[in-house]
């Protein structure tokens, strides 16, 4: 017999990377923190240095240097146009 207990704790174990890969292209080119300097792609976000350990911005796999910004996207993401402090 399954608890529904158990299932609500199943639910609560699974967790996602703050930090992927996105497809859709709704990604750090337009984020607020992005910036691009000497051909390589940059974070100025405090939890997003402290998480990855750089500011570049770098796949969490295979630890590189992406070439897209486009199609990466973070839990820190804060559009380009919208008040921090909000």
């Given at each position: 017999m399954i608890k529904l207990?158990?299932?609500?704790?199943?639910?609560k174990e699974e967790s996602y990377p703050p930090y992927m890969?996105?497809?859709?292209?709704?990604g750090c080119?337009?984020?607020k923190y992005y910036s691009?300097?000497?051909?390589?792609?940059?974070c100025g976000n405090k939890e997003y240095q402290d998480y990855m350990g750089t500011n570049e911005l770098i796949d969490p796999v295979?630890?590189?240097q992406i070439k897209d910004p486009s199609?990466?996207?973070s839990n820190w993401f804060l559009p380009k146009n919208q008040d921090e402090t909000i």
């Open positions: 207990v158990d299932l609500l704790r199943e639910d890969y996105s497809s859709v292209g709704f080119h337009v984020c691009l300097q000497d051909d390589k792609h940059y295979t630890n590189e199609k990466w996207c």
